[in-house]
């Protein structure tokens, strides 16, 4: 079960919308009515959703091409984002259009750049390491091209 494909993607979204849960439950708890702790918590929420699919891209990269990887990554992040902005509001005692619709899409808007940023600096990075699928696949072909003696062609 865990092999398929929709199990990864499922995973990844529930573990998304657990960081959200978890901000959102420490901000209803023990900042209830204080905006700049709120305001905190919100940024850091969103940083560990970034840094979450930074680490997952970059360990993902490394294992498969971006076309294996790359949607699963998408889809699981498109799931957390319809989980955080759609359910994520009954844990804080409202509802997703609660402060009307302004909030609702910049949250859609925030959690969409946070999610893109944090996949592609996971990606650059391996990239810039030389750790990603199409170098080692590269740095592979060269190694068993310098290994193979050179073929002399008579005239």
Same mark, same amino acid.
């Given at each position: 079960?865990?092999?398929?494909?929709?199990?990864?993607?499922?995973?990844?979204?529930?573990?998304?919308?657990?960081?959200?849960?978890?901000?959102?439950?420490?901000?209803?708890?023990?900042?209830?009515?204080?905006?700049?702790?709120?305001?905190?918590?919100? &940024? #850091?929420?969103? !940083?560990?959703?970034?840094? *979450?699919?930074? @680490? +997952?891209?970059?360990?993902?990269?490394? %294992?498969?091409?971006?076309?294996?990887?790359?949607?699963?990554?998408?889809?699981?992040?498109?799931?957390?984002?319809?989980?955080?902005?759609?359910?994520?509001?009954?844990?804080?005692?409202?509802?997703?259009?609660?402060?009307?619709?302004?909030?609702?899409?910049?949250?859609?808007?925030?959690?969409?750049?946070?999610? &893109? #940023?944090?996949? !592609?600096?996971?990606?650059? *990075?391996?990239? @810039? +390491?030389?750790?990603?699928?199409?170098? %080692?696949?590269?740095?592979?072909?060269?190694?068993?091209?310098?290994?193979?003696?050179?073929?002399?062609?008579?005239?």
């Amino acid at each position: 079960m865990r092999q398929q494909r929709w199990f990864r993607i499922t995973a990844l979204a529930l573990g998304l919308f657990a960081i959200n849960a978890v901000a959102r439950l420490v901000i209803r708890f023990a900042f209830d009515g204080e905006d700049d702790a709120q305001s905190i918590a919100t &940024i #850091v929420m969103f !940083l560990a959703i970034g840094l *979450t699919l930074a @680490v +997952l891209a970059f360990v993902r990269s490394q %294992r498969e091409k971006p076309a294996g990887w790359l949607p699963d990554v998408a889809f699981g992040a498109l799931g957390g984002m319809a989980l955080t902005v759609l359910v994520g509001p009954f844990l804080s005692g409202d509802g997703p259009f609660a402060n009307g619709a302004g909030d609702f899409f910049s949250q859609v808007w925030i959690y969409g750049a946070c999610a &893109i #940023v944090g996949i !592609l600096l996971g990606y650059w *990075t391996a990239v @810039v +390491l030389g750790r990603d699928y199409r170098s %080692r696949a590269l740095k592979a072909f060269t190694e068993a091209r310098k290994a193979r003696p050179r073929r002399v062609v008579g005239r």
